[in-house]
């Protein structure tokens, strides 16, 4: 679904540009706002992989987050035990977590759907427990485990080098977005968004659904690790919460308000979704909601209430989220005008 | 020994807690093909309902109102489920997908919702001091409450048995499950049989607060969605559609997770999904059920 007119495609492109510039100029120096946007980064290419599952091969998953959590956790483990250094901790990192998902994932699409769903959820929320029970004594639990930061080069520590961690993430971001662009682009791509279209008729050609679905399966879990690998840099720790349901909940909502196989939508989705619910705390404390009773004013201040009445309303009124209202926007006034 | 007996009742208890949520998602699902991740939300509603009930309007600690307390909670459960059928699933039919996010939504909100009114920490429910007692098999020493979780599933379990055996609505629900497409050929209005479902899934779940809030002495925002994860793995495991299925698997998965819990800390959770695994790698329909989904 190509919903951007080919006269805007470099659009995306021009929007990081601007976003890598901006951090040498007044408009994005802030510390605190670099770091806030560097998360937003982070997010908004965990939901382009999350994308490429649910978008691109029409595989509605529960349990994303745990792929992130193993990233995460594989390479903080390996620098903060083993003393390794980031790069062949974040490699390590990359095989656990390409062990679990081919794992978790030729288990689960044994089933389709909404079972499919259930049993990732199923798999992810076991991951979760294992951290936050710190099991073996492999994730310190709620203490979270800390970034070694013998580790890590000396560019990438401290508050004056944010802007490193900001640019850091926003390669990321730029790498994750031109892998999915090419995997989706490339022929195995057609072949996943064929299945997601009309599964039977692609078995039909000879060519086997699940094989293709366990590659994209494992592939988005990889590049979620990478993702993860990054956010221990990024954030100085790995915690339990990356590996919650909340967590993928919030890639689901990423995806749907940006707009579904889109790309693009997605990395909106995050970036507006991170950037908003930072926000919308703040609501509360500047006294926005202090004229309202309580009973409206409480649910208010919690950024995930109104998130997820928005995220209702577009799923009900709005299929396609932003991505989808633009496209119909421009139908409607742009031929008007030729 | 002794410890084992207790583990395994104590274990069957929290099936049958299990049981009580799962029951309604297995119904739902396998009628409307609704996986509804706002259940959860149903059984925090009566949870709460329950919490206002014994600590504001009758807060004399006797047997009688938690009874009432817990129609009250299954009321609520129930009618909450019938408003998100009305107002929110019932004009995205056959939009399968569509209806698992809009009730995903619905949860989030929720929970939210209970967090702006209730705040994080737990609400402390005291149910009457008869549910503390103990009774004897053996040499093992069980909670009373335990027993009642049971009963109450039981209870359920029965009153889901007659009703789909013997009235008309059962009957409706049981072809639905098997055949949509065919009973709406035949000129029966499927849909209230949906709001129906919606019902008494609500109702379960609404029971299932109420209970969950002595298992686990209190109430807060997140509990009915610890329940909904092993809620779902129960479904599956039993079978999506077949409510004994569902019962089979409740106490599967409540006795594995208690027992296993008590000997390595933190297992028996883990355990319970590489059970889910293993039956989806034997038995891809589930215990019971009729068709691989």
């Known amino acids: 679904m190509n919903l951007l007119p080919s006269k805007y495609r470099y659009l995306p492109i021009l929007a990081m540009v601007f976003f890598g510039v901006a951090a040498f100029t007044p408009i994005l120096n802030e510390p605190g706002l670099q770091q806030t946007f560097a998360v937003a980064f982070l997010f908004a290419a965990l939901a382009l992989t999350y994308d490429l599952l649910l978008g691109f091969t029409g595989l509605l998953s529960f349990g994303h987050a745990l792929y992130y959590a193993a990233g995460a956790y594989g390479a903080a483990y390996a620098m903060a035990r083993w003393d390794w250094g980031i790069i062949p901790a974040g490699i390590f990192a990359l095989f656990f977590a390409t062990a679990i998902a081919l794992f978790t994932g030729a288990t689960a699409l044994r089933v389709k759907g909404i079972a499919f769903a259930m049993v990732t959820l199923a798999f992810a929320e076991a991951g979760h427990v294992i951290a936050v029970l710190n099991m073996w004594g492999l994730s310190n639990g709620d203490q979270t485990l800390q970034l070694n930061f013998e580790?890590?080069?000396?560019?990438f520590l401290g508050v004056n080098n944010t802007r490193?961690?900001?640019?850091?993430a926003l390669i990321t971001l730029i790498l994750i977005y031109v892998a999915v662009w090419w995997l989706t682009q490339s022929s195995m791509g057609r072949v996943l968004q064929a299945l997601r279209d009309n599964e039977e008729r692609v078995s039909v050609l000879g060519l086997k659904p699940f094989n293709f679905k366990l590659i994209a399966f494992v592939l988005a879990g990889v590049m979620a690790a990478f993702v993860g690998v990054v956010a221990v840099i990024v954030t100085n720790n790995a915690n339990p919460v990356m590996g919650s349901t909340q967590t993928t909940i919030s890639l689901l909502l990423m995806v749907i308000l940006g707009g579904i196989a889109t790309r693009w939508g997605a990395v909106i989705g995050g970036l507006l979704y991170v950037v908003l619910s930072q926000r919308l705390t703040t609501l509360d404390t500047q006294?926005?909601?202090?004229?309202?009773p309580d009973w409206i004013g409480g649910p208010m201040s919690e950024p995930a209430f109104i998130l997820g009445v928005i995220f209702i309303l577009v799923v009900m009124f709005s299929p396609g989220g932003i991505a989808g209202a633009l496209y119909r926007l421009r139908m409607k006034f742009g031929s008007a005008v030729k | 020994m002794e410890i084992f007996i207790t583990l395994f009742?104590?274990?069957?208890?929290?099936?049958?807690?299990?049981?009580?949520?799962?029951?309604?998602?297995?119904l739902i699902y396998g009628l409307m093909g609704v996986l509804n991740f706002a259940h959860g939300a149903f059984l925090t509603a009566g949870a709460y309902a329950t919490w206002y009930f014994t600590t504001s309007i009758r807060a004399d600690g006797s047997l009688s109102s938690y009874a009432m307390s817990l129609l009250i909670a299954g009321l609520v459960g129930a009618l909450f489920a019938v408003a998100t059928e009305q107002i929110l699933i019932k004009y995205l039919y056959d939009r399968h997908i569509d209806q698992?996010?809009?009730t995903v939504g619905l949860g989030l909100v929720a929970t939210s919702a209970y967090l702006g009114w209730f705040g994080t920490d737990p609400l402390i429910v005291l149910p009457p001091t008869q549910l503390y007692n103990t009774v004897q098999i053996g040499e093992a020493f069980v909670g009373v409450d335990r027993f009642l979780y049971i009963g109450v599933a039981v209870l359920v379990l029965l009153a889901n048995f007659l009703m789909m055996r013997y009235t008309r609505i059962g009957l409706i629900i049981r072809a639905g499950v098997e055949n949509r497409a065919m009973v709406t050929a035949l000129g029966i209005d499927v849909r209230?049989?949906?709001?129906?479902?919606?019902?008494?899934g609500g109702f379960a779940a609404?029971?299932?607060g109420a209970l969950a809030t002595t298992y686990a002495s209190g109430v807060g925002p997140t509990l009915g969605d610890a329940f909904l994860i092993y809620a779902f793995i129960t479904v599956v495991i039993g079978g999506m559609g077949s409510v004994p299925g569902t019962a089979i698997a409740a106490v599967i998965v409540g006795t594995t997770q208690v027992l296993v819990n008590y000997y390595v800390q933190g297992l028996g959770d883990f355990v319970v999904v590489m059970l889910l695994a293993l039956v989806l790698l034997v038995r891809p329909q589930g215990l019971l059920g009729k068709v691989a989904h």
């Open chain 1, 151 to 155: 580790s890590v080069p000396d560019f």
């Open chain 1, 164 to 168: 490193n961690l900001y640019l850091l």
């Open chain 1, 287 to 292: 006294g926005a909601l202090s004229g309202l």
């Open chain 2, 9 to 26: 009742i104590t274990g069957f208890g929290l099936g049958a807690l299990y049981f009580l949520v799962a029951s309604g998602l297995s």
């Open chain 2, 100 to 102: 698992a996010l809009v």
């Open chain 2, 192 to 200: 209230k049989a949906f709001t129906f479902v919606f019902f008494i």
């Open chain 2, 206 to 208: 609404g029971l299932g």
